[in-house]
């Protein structure tokens, strides 16, 4: 096949537009192909015809023969479009790409050779914090204390805003980056010049830095979350590789019945896909129902991609895409490509077309979503809204709803701050920072096993022991001059928060009129619940405002607090004091319900033990009861003025009155208006200083940025490959352990290695902020490897936390602490681990971190797809065991030196490798690992030391 004679000519109104028409593939029955199986198929073709050699006609070939019933096993070749990051992810790849300028430089390149080849939108969304909240100052309050804990990074990516090509960055207090990319930047069909001078059409795809990425495949765009190296990689015009797709059907039928939300079918349908295993595959949805969902209704599905395993979820392009894109403003001529290529290409769906052949199939009737949550600890434990009171007395043994003291073994192990490991994990978004008022004192939060210094010693503070559970109760507490009752079960935070939600105009408008009609009843919320709205856009507060709805969410303490991720992300702010203490002192049962889109235990505040997923609505039903264990459906939220109960279907608005001030309210100009000007930010933003010149100017005295040691000595030809030999063990780790245990986003406790070098430069601890927004500097980072409060490494068993032995000797040590020494001694490391090793967020530090500390190899049981990636991307090579054999099962216990054979010589795609185990006797044993590297360029990038270092030399021999 050629792929260049599959070109050909789109006519849109009077412009003409060159596009890769898909017949040119070779496949006939193409109606019968999957949506996303014809987006990946236009990716692959068009690269072909570009002659750059990334993509051949056999993979395009590979790809048009796709079976639905036989996959095959090959690794296809992926471009995106464009590449879309946030903050905490994103800063770290513009200090890789500051630092590869530097690195081209030494080379004797031309270090402007290191742009972007694809367009970048950075947005600023994952740094503001609940740090005031249930006031009209809150929000600005809110921004100033993100630019004081902040300000340095932004100047970075100001700096970047004018050092790279076809880079952008929405400056922060604007929108949450997935909701700004649905309402904005995604433009389904896309058009660049050709070197023809033609204008190309052709899908809109991407990937971002972030798991929720896929929220814009309600849109009929194609993308979704990967590491920060795949996306460097991808930015820098390098192709990302996938397994042949697996597409599962999803076929919705009939209508939401009255009184069901999106939320609820989000849910049902999170339930579903987690429990049929969707983890690696692409979801697509077809069937009658779509036509009865907004896009916006789409997105909220789409946005939870990661919390039900797929890789996507995608609705195809239909005439309700068209209606969301006018709505949103789009230009109209937007508007016509759309439609046209996609018709032209059979990429439009209707009613009354043909079915496409799918791997797998399931499917819902819509009618039998019921209002529903999810929790108390995972986005895929739906609990229908009259089973709840049962549903947290069961989660925690409770009886009597929590007002009897429940035994100290009845509260269920916590599963760590900022745990997120369950069965078939998946990439995840950051869950950042909290610290509490006594950490800003210098206190370390509870838990941290800081054991040593540079010095060998016994663990003064180990930390929290495996085991140690507390108590449950009640007690009386005051604040600002009222007394009142807190006990288990209490709701202490209510969010509305998170792109999951807000970017649904039906349950923010039902929010809305839900808090009007309470407020008219003369309900309030009770003190003690920490109210918060954090939308994902401003066109959010700019609708809700017009319709007269901002000022009863006010009234019950929902006022604007930013415009960010916040709670969503574990940026909850501090609780009330006399709240917090009340808490951790009687070990109470605290409760969050927030419309985010994840509730690990821990994740949404260190306080709260229980976290239940909501729409916009039942956040403010919770909020006004101020406990989670009652059934809404019977028992009021409330009395009235008049001392009358009200309930909640008293005061729940009806759909009729939703969808008229949505039809009313939310329209094209709303979003033309709160857009005009999202790249320009406030005057802090434009008050930052910007260094000059194409070079960043490297602040020694800096412990936010640092050119980071990636590419120091790098030649133009890789060093041969030798044989890792005589390695030790860091740590043994078990099943589903995360990127988060790996290398955290949390607090920065100032007893750690990390709290002791900022301490040395003078950073008081209240101004530590914490390791996600310090992944500019490697020497904040390196020192964060490992240092999980809730890791266990089976070399230091009885603790939990930052702890090893340094072999053969075994003294105990902070992991960071013990690399230092081991690289003194010129000891390689490795690490032993479990099942799905890397689960969680999509974190590029999880491989960096271990990296800078000396492991030059893992070998885990199964990895989690991104970071065996990026794992790979950093020259640490991911061998597995062999299939039914384990550490345990091998008598491996960690105290070994370990040599692995063979990559001296002719190194292949998943090559079998010895690995030579030697005991502290003497005794030397043989075992057998699969090199990971899945492919052809994987041995390439492990080769040249990992892929940035591959893309280094191209650059600077070009």
Known sequence: MDPAAARGVLTVGDRRFGYYRLEGAGRTDLERLPFTVKVLLENMLRHAASGAGLVSPHDVQALAAWDPDQPGECELPFMPARVILQDFTGVPCIVDLAAMRDAVAAMGGDPARVNPLVPVDLVIDHSVQVDQYGSQAAFLINVEREYERNGERYALLRWAQQAFNRFRVVPPGTGIVHQVNLEFLADVVTSREAESGEPLAFPDTLVGTDSHTTMVNGLGVLGWGVGGIEAEAALLGQPLYQPMPQVIGFRLDGQLPVGSTATDLVLYVTEMLRGHG????????????????????????????????????????????????????????????????????????????????????????????????????????????????????????????????????????????????????????????????????GESPAGEARIGGGAAQPAAAPGRRVGQQGRLGKVQVEMDGTTFELRSGAVV??????????????????????????????????????????????????????????????????????????????NSGPLAEPIAQAIEANDLLGVAVLSGNRNFEGRIHPLVRASYLASPPLVVAFALTGRIDMDLDREPLGLDRDGQPVRLADIWPGAAEVAEIVAERVRSEVFTRSYASVFDGDERWAGLPVPPGDRYAWDPESTYVARPPFFEGVTSE?????????????????????????????????????????????????????????????????????????????????????????????????????????????????????????????????????????????????????????????????????????????????????????????????????????????????????????????????????????????????
């Open 278 to 441: 969707v983890v690696g595959k692409f979801v697509e949805f077809y069937g009658p129902g779509l036509s009865r969902l907004s896009v916006a209704d789409r997105a909220t599905i789409s946005n939870m991609s990661p919390e039900f395993g797929a890789t996507a979820t995608v609705f195809p392009i239909d005439d309700e895409t068209l209606r969301y894109l006018r709505m949103t403003g789009r230009r109209a001529e937007v508007v016509d490509r759309v439609e046209a290529y996609a018709k032209a290409q059979g990429l439009f769906r209707t009613d009354d077309g043909v079915e496409p052949r799918f791997s797998e199939s399931l499917g819902l009737d819509l009618g039998e979503i019921r209002p529903s949550l999810a929790g108390p600890r995972r986005p895929q434990d739906r609990v229908a809204l009259p089973d709840l009171p049962h549903n947290f007395r069961a989660a925690f043994d409770l009886t009597d709803a929590g007002r009897r003291e429940a035994a100290p073994e009845a509260m269920p192990p916590m599963q760590g701050a900022i745990d997120e490991a369950s069965e078939g994990s998946f990439p995840a978004s950051d869950p950042p920072s909290y610290t509490r008022d006594r950490d800003k004192a």
């Open 718 to 958: 890789p060093a041969p490959i030798s044989d890792i030999e005589g390695a030790r063990v860091l740590a043994v780790l078990g099943d589903s352990v995360t990127t988060d245990h790996i290398s955290p986003a949390g607090a920065i406790a100032r007893t750690s290695p990390a709290g002791g070098w900022l301490t040395e430069r003078g950073v008081e601890p209240r101004d530590f902020n914490s390791y996600g927004s310090r992944r500019g500097h490697h020497e904040v980072m390196v020192r964060g490897t490992f240092a999980n409060i809730r890791l266990r490494n089976g070399l230091t068993p009885d603790v939990e936390g930052n702890a090893t032995e340094h072999l053969p000797g075994g003294e105990r040590m902070s992991i960071f602490d013990a690399a230092e020494r081991y690289a003194a001694e010129h000891t390689p490391l490795i690490v032993l681990a479990g099942k799905e090793y890397g689960s969680g967020s999509s974190r590029d530090w999880a491989a960096k971190g271990p990296f800078l500390q000396g492991v030059r190899a893992v070998i885990a049981e199964s990895y989690e797809r991104i970071h065996r990636s990026n794992l790979v991307g950093m020259g640490v090579l991911p061998l597995q065991f062999l299939p039914g054999e384990t550490a345990a099962s091998l008598g491996l216990t960690g105290h070994e030196r370990y040599t692995i054979r063979g990559l001296a010589e002719r190194l292949t795609p998943r090559q079998r490798l010895e690995v030579e185990v030697t005991d502290d006797d003497g005794r030397t044993r043989s075992i057998t690992a699969i090199a990971r590297l899945d492919g052809p360029i994987d041995v390439t990038y492990y080769r040249n030391g990992g892929v940035l270092h591959t893309v280094l030399r191209r650059l600077a021999s070009a």
């Open 493 to 570: 935070i209510a969010a509305i928060t998170s792109c999951t939600n807000t970017s649904n105009a039906s349950v923010m408008v039902a929010a809305g009129l839900l808090a009007r009609n309470a407020v008219a009843r003369g309900l309030r919320t009770p003190p003690w619940v920490k109210t918060s709205l954090a939308p994902g856009s401003r066109a959010v507060t700019d609708y809700l405002g017009a319709a007269g709805l901002m000022e009863p969410l006010e009234a019950l303490g929902f006022n604007l607090v930013g415009y960010g991720c916040t709670t969503c992300i574990g």
